[in-house]
Each structure stands twice: as C-alpha cells, then as structure tokens.
C-alpha cells in the first residue's frame, strides 16, 4: 500500500503535521499531505463527519492513510472505506513514542505537551473550553 513509487494522501490531525510531513517527504515524496485542525477534537463528533467526508471526497482510488490515534468514535469506521489504512494507536502522544514508551511515561505520570497544543493553549482555553 505504501511503496515508493506509489501515490496517496497522508491526512492527519495538524497537532502531528511537523512529523508527518518530515516522513511524508523522506519516504512518500510523491503523496500530498492534508491536515485538519487539532481543534476538530474539541468536538469528536464533528471531527468524525469531518474525516468521513474528507475520505470521500478523496476515495476515487486514492490511498488514504490516516494519521491519527482513537481520537473519536467514528474513528474505526473511517478506517473500513476502501484503500483507506490509520496509525495505531490511543493518542498522538502514543504515535510518537511508541506503545511501551508511552505506556512507561504514563504510569510515571507524565504530562504531554507538543509544540501546536502549547502554541495554542490561549486558543484553546478562551475559545474552545
């Protein structure tokens, strides 16, 4: 599905935008890159019909990987379109550092912050909460 040669859209949530797009280059030069807003989150129900409509607007044979954790419950049913494939994980959190890790960090009781959530808080705590 995701050979060198081959052509699809990367399309994840912009909180992971920065490290999807350094790998995209690197190993998919030739897939696109889409990004929603990690806002889209604040309302898991919005962020499903999103990515449902974005999927079929891009499914005219495309591959699709979709680059995002258990993020809402419509996640899993964005992963049975066809040629449409997702990252495994819980959270972007788990994405970047791998299940153990993250499982590790956690118990440990860690608090994450990535560079768009601590760039947006201001956003995030007057418009969204």
Not at 28 to 44: I, V
Not at 48 to 72: A, F, K, M, N, P
Not at 78 to 106: D, S, W
Request: with cysteine; charged share 20%; hydrophobic share 35%.
């Amino acid at each position: 599905m995701t050979g060198p040669g081959s052509c699809g859209v990367l399309c994840g949530c912009s909180v992971l935008q920065y490290e999807t797009e350094s790998l995209r280059r690197q190993f998919w030069p030739g897939w696109t890159g889409e990004y929603l807003s990690s806002m889209l989150h604040m309302r898991p129900a919005h962020l499903g019909e999103t990515l449902q409509h974005r999927i079929r607007d891009l499914d005219q044979g495309s591959r699709i990987i979709l680059v995002y954790g258990d993020c809402c419950p419509a996640m899993h049913a964005c992963e049975q379109y066809p040629h449409v494939a997702r990252t495994q994980g819980m959270n972007c959190c788990e994405l970047i550092l791998g299940h153990e890790i993250y499982k590790k960090l956690i118990r440990s009781g860690v608090f994450f912050l990535l560079p768009e959530w601590t760039s947006r808080w201001e956003e995030v705590f007057s418009h969204e909460l």
